[in-house]
Each structure stands twice: as C-alpha cells, then as structure tokens.
C-alpha cells in the first residue's frame, strides 16, 4: 500500500512575508512540497527546509545535514539562562535522567546557530532514534528543569504529571518548510496554509502570526486620557479590523457609538486605534466592540462588550469602564517609608474577612469593603495593631468576577489590572472605590503597616476581555485554538508578550503611584517567567526603588525559586510550609529543619530576606485544620496538642532567617472546620474575633514573638546578607528530632548571641552543651507558653551542660558576653 499523503499539521508567520509550514513527518520526496496560502502562493524558489534553529526551537532537537542529531535550548526562551554562569545539561531516558546531571559529556555548549545564541549538543543520532518515544529535557546543573513551551508538537506528560519532550525518526526537522512571500501579509485577514494542486491531499490549516507577532507594541499612553478639555481613547489591538467607541452618561445606557482608526505610524504605534473627541468626558461610561475574523483560533466577537483594559474604575466585572481624568486621581500615600525588606512581619488577609465582625460601627455595605476595613484599622482595638505585623498584604483587590456586590469572591478571577473591585466600593457607577480604597491604605500606612497586594497577572477571569480584544496576541493557546490552563483557571496569559508585560508593568505602576501601595505578591508567577519578572523588577524599582517584590514560584507547570535566585524577588516558601507541618508532629528530621531555620540558603534563596516563610495561607486548609489530632480535619476545638504544636510553629517561623507571614486569624488558631478550598465561603472565612479572647494566650505568644523579632535583639535574626559558615552551632539530642541553635556564634555581629531549642518528640529530651556555650550568663526570653518581659517570672529553664527541654517544647536565651 502507497504511504498516506503528508498532512499539514500548523503553519504560521515567522514574520509578515516568511512563515513556517509543519507536516505530521519529515518529507522525503526529491521534488519540493507545494503549498498556497490562497492568492499569494509561494513559488519554489521561496520555499526551503527550514533552518535548524527553527526545529531546535519547535521541538527541541533536529538532524543536521552530516547525520547527527543537535540538541538546542535557545537562550531567548524565557528561562533567563547565563552561559558564563550556568551550566545545562541533556537528559533523558537515554542516560539516566538525574545521571546526566554534572556530567561534561551531556553539557549542551554556547552555539551560534543561524544567526542566534542557543545551547547546542550533538552527537551520535543512533542512540535516541534507534527506537521511537524516547524522553528528553533540559536541567541546570543545580537541578532546576527546565520546562518545554505547553505549544511545542513533542510535549508529553509522564506519570507524574512532568513535562518532557519526545524524540520521534520522522519527525528530524525535515518536516518543517520555510517559505518567503513577495508582499507582508495583513494580519488582520484570515489566512490558510493548504496543499497546492490537488483536491485528494488533506484539508490545509489556519496560518498564524509567530513570535515577531507578540514582539508587537507601542510606547504611547493606552485608555481614556483626558487633556486640556479633550479625551482620546487608546487601544492596541493589532489584528482588529474595526475598533468602536461606545459612549453614555448613564451606566445602563445603549450608548453612542464613534468608529476609532487604525494609527498609520506604524513604527511607533503597530496594532493602535485611537479616536480623539473634543470635550472633557470625566465620570462618562465607555466600552469597545472588536471585529475581525470570526472563525479559527484568532477569532473575534464583535457582538461582545469589552472592557478597556486601562479603564481606572468600572461598574462591575462586564463594566462599562468609567472615564476618569488622571488629575482627579490623584497620588497615593507617599509619606509613608516602606520597611526594609528583613524588617518585614507580614500577615496575609482578605477585605471582607477583617471587615465582617470587626467591632466598630458600620453599615452591612460598609462591611463588604474598602471603607467598613478602614474604619476597622483606624479603631484603637484593630487587631493586626496589637498583634504586631508591620506589614499587611491584601488578598486582590482589583476587578475580579464576582456576579453581584454581596457574593463573596477571593478575588483571584480578574478582569481588569486599573481598577479597584467595584462591589468594596459604596458607589461604584461614581468610582467611589478610588478614593475609599486611597483612603483605606493611607489609614493602614498610619498604623506604622506598609501595604502589598496579591496581584493575579497569569489569568483573567469571566469575561475574559483580553480574549475579546487579542485572543492570539495575549493568550497561550495551541496550534487549534485550544487555551493553555496551567493556572487551573481556564486561560494562560501569555506574559512575554511585548504589551502584555507592559500591561502588567502598568498596572503596577499605577497602584504604587496612584494608591502608595508598597509592593506585590504575583499569583502563580511561574506562568509568568523569569524573563518578564526580571523586567517587571527593573520598571518598578525605576519608580520605587525600595518597592517589595514577592513571587509565588509555581503553577501547575512547575516551579520557579530556584530560578529567582539572581533577581530582586522574594518567593513563597512551600517547602518551609510543608515540612514544619511535619516536624511539629514529630516526622521529620532536625537536620532538615536547621536548613529552614538558616533561611533556606542558597539552592532556594540567596540572600536571607529572598524566603518568605509561612505555614498557613488563604489556599487549603488552615494551619489547626492541617495538624489537629481531631478527626475531619476540623481543629474549630483545638486539642492540648494541637495548641502545643502551633506554639512551636511559631518559635520556629520566627526564629527562622527570612521574611515570616502570618494568615489572618493564624495566631488565635482560626478554623474552617476542615474545609479544604473556601474561596467563596465568606461565612467560613470571615475572622470571629470573639476566638481570639478564647485562645488569647496564644494569640499573646505570637505577639511575643513578634515583638521580639522587630527588638533590637531580633536583629541576629533581620539579616540583610547572608552570615558566615560560624553564624550558627547547632546541637542536637541523640535518636530524637530535638535540636538547639546558637545565633552569632562567631559573634561576627557582636557580642548578642540567642540560644534556641525545640523539640517536637512527645517526650522530654536533653541536648549536650559544651563548656563554652554554658559558660555564658543565659537569660531566657520565651518558653513553649510564655514570652517574658524583661525579666522572667516564675520558673524558667537553666542552661546546663545536658539541656532539658520538655516534650512539644521549645525555648529561647539571650547572652551579651
């Protein structure tokens, strides 16, 4: 039987007049391919094999032209890989995987290929083709993998969940076709990539824009911009045939509709349609409609309302936006100084879960945002005051998709990156919620708290307006249209591309200067990539040079932190939370513990202040549902031990070097009765603050800490750059998990040294001191239940050669000799 006939699987635009055409296997036919994209067909003499950067860059590996097989990593692939720094090495299921690692004979080597820098090994083609399905990836020589792109032909995904590439003999790069047009083609019509000559070949593909496409912008100001009595609106929308303004003084209103004209310069305005209307048009209602194609993987909507993506307030998730002058914005807190980062004690907290039960005077709208928070803060019984932390970071509070104003909602489904969220704001068809939410942070800046905010950049939530203005352009999707989701949440958005980062750069920009806000957490900041943090870092601190920049390094693709290490990002620290949720309940060894107390040195973060240590967030069950002894993971009645562990907890997160975080509600032992995911279960969420008078002791512990951590002896523990190997001691109780730890050993800070011990075990335990640790007059701080004044009262621990340190207790000594 005759082979079946090649099929075109993808084709796209390398740039308006060159493209890539993909068949399903390598063509080895004497005579070329021949392929139309309707009536501008390329003629022979502009087809050819693609070079081999552009197979390394699809699918990773290509044959070059003597037979051997060349493995590429391109070095503008967002994994902000350094040659003179890293090193990176091929593995697979051709040499062991983990063996490769430090391995010279897999180390891929600083290539020119076809014009561009990559990484490059070749070798011997026999042993991955021999036989088809072979694995492979890319690893740094400190283990990091390194991804593949979710739109490359040859991913797949093993049993746990990884994504690595496939080796295929027929797919060698001889099955990708270069082609040269006489004329650029008009991205705004559709085109198809199909067989030439002959009705029996298989149906053709959509052809679309590649990555010359996504390197598309403009530096001109985007939105409604009011000046000297006149407003103009801004779009980009790069493959838009028609753009429509829709005016009204009313929210509700039909509107009146102005046709906005494509920019003509394109060099300095590629993709924007602006229209300019001579008239002031503040407080006014505004939404586009966008045409285009209205079929294949790019298509349009133009029934649908968007949303400007720069509007600076909005009625709700389906807007209209609000027409708003900038002047009338105004500036956020600036009197306010941001603390250094090692200075910072963060708790984590939601609008609605603060506001609900505070006890203050408020109105049930009040209560559902900004201004009921604010008169919670402004209380002199506000709970986060007496509690200690000087710095809040707010779940999200931008536009996010919520139906009505009373549904609750975490926030993290945005739809709009300028805009504060409309139901926490009394009057939003009057963008109320600018000056309550301006207002809520300047009364937060006055408790001595600086203010970051949970900002979500990977994905936008219902409806999605970006997918109305650019599906192609701001979203990661395959070659049939179909959207990446490795946030979870239905969409990826595609970061690098050039005003997507801008957009997000932005948006950043303008809280810090029209709010105060003093930095960010970035949601799933994995999807993001190393590439574009490294130039949200560089804009921001532009601006705000001290400005607080902290990372959550994972999605559902992989993780990130290691990656971060030569950036100015901090990141969560998930293996600190997993492992001390162990370790209080006795599983886990002291040596590993002792490499968080130190602050997660080197492989994670680089300098101290890089960790942000934590043990409970808004994700996944509370810390007391998490290690309570109570069946159902329901810790809303906490047992002896469940307390005792938490007391630990906290010595610990306080005692370890980098950032510490609190969840709300963490230090009075807050419960959702086991629930594992409450992100609309306001009910559940919403802080008691009557259990804090229940568990006040231990809300006081915390305090203690707290304090002590922010004291001037906390310094040893508020490091700026990483200490020396003779920082710390350690010692540790025989056959146990028990330790103690001796802070400033080498006295390299001074003459203040601390003594800390924990032990998790569920029985008493001593650890041997030497002669010149016990020696030292020692005067104890804090035990399992207590966190001293001045001078302790009652019975406190001697340090004695063989340190007791009872069951699920722990304690802390300070000396100055």
């Known amino acids: 039987m005759p082979a079946p006939a090649h099929r075109i699987v993808r084709a796209w635009l390398e740039s308006p007049n060159t493209g890539i055409v993909e068949l399903d296997r390598d063509w080895t036919d004497r005579q070329l391919p021949r392929f139309t994209l309707g009536e501008q067909c390329p003629a022979p003499a502009g087809l050819r094999p693609a070079p081999g950067r552009v197979a390394g860059a699809v699918q990773g590996y290509f044959l070059n032209p003597q037979g051997k097989i060349c493995f590429v990593l391109p070095l503008d692939d967002g994994f902000a890989i350094d040659p003179s720094r890293d090193s990176v090495y091929l593995a697979g299921d051709f040499n062991g995987w983990q063996a490769a690692i430090g391995a010279d004979e897999w180390r891929l080597q600083p290539a020119d290929l076809d014009g561009g820098k990559v990484l490059l ?38 049993d746990e969940g990884n994504l690595n590439r496939r080796l295929d003999p027929q797919r060698t790069g001889w099955h990708l076709w270069q082609f040269t047009l006489a004329q650029p083609l008009d991205l705004a019509e559709p085109r198809t990539a199909a067989w030439a000559g002959g009705a029996e070949r298989p ?17 001109l100001p985007l939105g409604a911009l009011i000046r000297d009595g006149a407003t103009t609106f801004r ?29 003509p310069d394109v060099e300095a305005a590629a993709g924007v349609w602006e229209i300019a209307l001579n008239r002031g048009l503040h407080g006014w209602f505004y939404w586009y409609t966008i045409d285009g194609v209205r079929e294949g993987p790019g298509r349009f909507d133009p029934a649908q309302r968007v949303l400007d993506p720069y509007a600076m307030a909005t009625v709700g998730r389906d807007g209209p936006g609000i027409i708003l002058d900038r002047a009338w914005v105004g500036d956020g807190d600036r009197e306010f100084r941001t603390p250094a980062w090692q200075d910072l004690v963060i708790v984590e907290a939601h609008v609605r879960d603060l ?28 709970y986060f005051h007496h509690l200690g932390v000087n710095c809040v970071e707010l779940q999200p509070v931008q536009e996010f998709d919520n139906r009505t104003a009373e549904e609750y909602h975490w926030g993290y489904m945005t739809n709009n990156f300028f805009a504060p969220e409309s139901s926490y704001a009394l009057e939003p068809e009057a963008a109320s919620g600018v000056r309550e939410f301006q207002e809520l942070v300047r009364a937060f800046h006055r408790r001595g708290m600086a203010v970051l905010l949970d900002v979500v950049f990977n994905h936008v939530g219902e409806p999605a307006h970006l997918l109305f203005v650019d599906r192609l352009y701001y979203f990661e999707q395959d070659a049939g249209g179909l959207l990446a ?17 801008r957009l997000i750069i932005d948006s950043c920009l303008h809280l810090i200067q029209a709010y105060g806000v003093d ?17 949200v870092e560089a804009a921001l601190k532009r601006v705000k040079p001290n400005v607080i920049l902290i990372a959550e390094p994972w999605s559902f693709r992989g993780h990130i932190a290691s990656a971060l290490r030569e950036t100015g990002w901090a990141s969560w620290n998930d293996g600190f939370r997993d492992f001390v949720r162990d370790y209080v309940r006795g599983a886990g060894a002291a040596e590993r513990m002792i490499y968080f107390l130190r602050g997660s040195p080197w492989f994670f973060a680089k300098w101290p202040a890089q960790t942000v240590n934590y043990t409970e967030s808004h994700d996944d069950r509370t810390w007391i549902d998490g290690v309570t002894e109570h069946p ?4 809303s009645v906490p047992a002896p031990n469940d307390r005792a562990r938490t007391h630990l907890m906290a010595a610990l997160l306080f005692m370890a070097v980098g950032i510490p975080m609190l969840a709300e509600g963490q230090d009075f032992l807050r419960s959702k009765q086991g629930v594992a995911n409450s992100y609309q279960r306001g009910d559940l969420n919403a802080l008691d603050y009557r259990r804090l008078y229940r568990y006040l002791g231990t809300h006081a512990y915390f305090a203690g800490w707290i304090a002590f951590r922010r004291s001037e002896r906390g310094r040893l523990l508020r490091l700026y750059s990483r200490p020396g190997e003779g920082f710390f001691r350690f010692f540790f109780a025989p056959n146990s998990p028990a330790f103690a730890a001796v802070y400033n050993a080498d006295r390299s800070q001074g003459s203040l040294r601390l003594l800390f011990t924990v032990n998790p075990a569920q029985q008493d335990v001593t650890v041997a001191l030497p002669a010149e640790i016990t020696d030292s007059a020692w005067h104890q701080l804090a035990d ?3 966190f001293f004044p001045t001078a302790a009262p009652g019975a406190t621990l001697p340090v004695e050669p063989d340190l007791f340190v009872p069951a699920l207790g722990c304690g802390l000594w300070f000396s100055e000799g």
């Open 121 to 158: 090994w070749t070798g011997d083609a026999a042993l991955f083709l021999g036989e088809p399905g072979k694995r492979f990836k890319f690893v740094t020589g400190e283990h990091q993998w390194l991804v593949p792109p979710g739109d490359a032909p040859n991913v797949v995904r093993d």
């Open 485 to 501: 989701n490795w946030s979870g949440c239905g969409n990826d958005l595609r970061a690098r591309s050039a005003m997507a980062k």
């Open 632 to 635: 159902g993971f329901d810790g």
């Open 235 to 263: 779009l980009f929308a790069p493959r838009a045939r028609a753009v429509t303004l829709w005016l009204s003084r009313d929210a509700a209103g039909e509107g009146q509709s102005f046709a906005l004209a494509r920019r």
């Open 784 to 786: 399992h239940e207590r």
């Open 355 to 382: 506001a609900a039960n505070a006890p203050v005077k408020a109105s049930a709208a009040e209560r559902r945002g900004f201004t009921g928070l604010r008169k919670w803060v402004e209380s002199p019984e506000f």
């Open 519 to 535: 930095g960010f957490r970035l949601d799933l900041a994995e999807l993001l990539g190393v590439d574009v943090l490294r130039d």
């Open 203 to 219: 149906a053709g593909v959509p052809l679309v824009p590649g990555s010359f496409f996504y390197a598309l912008k403009t530096d």
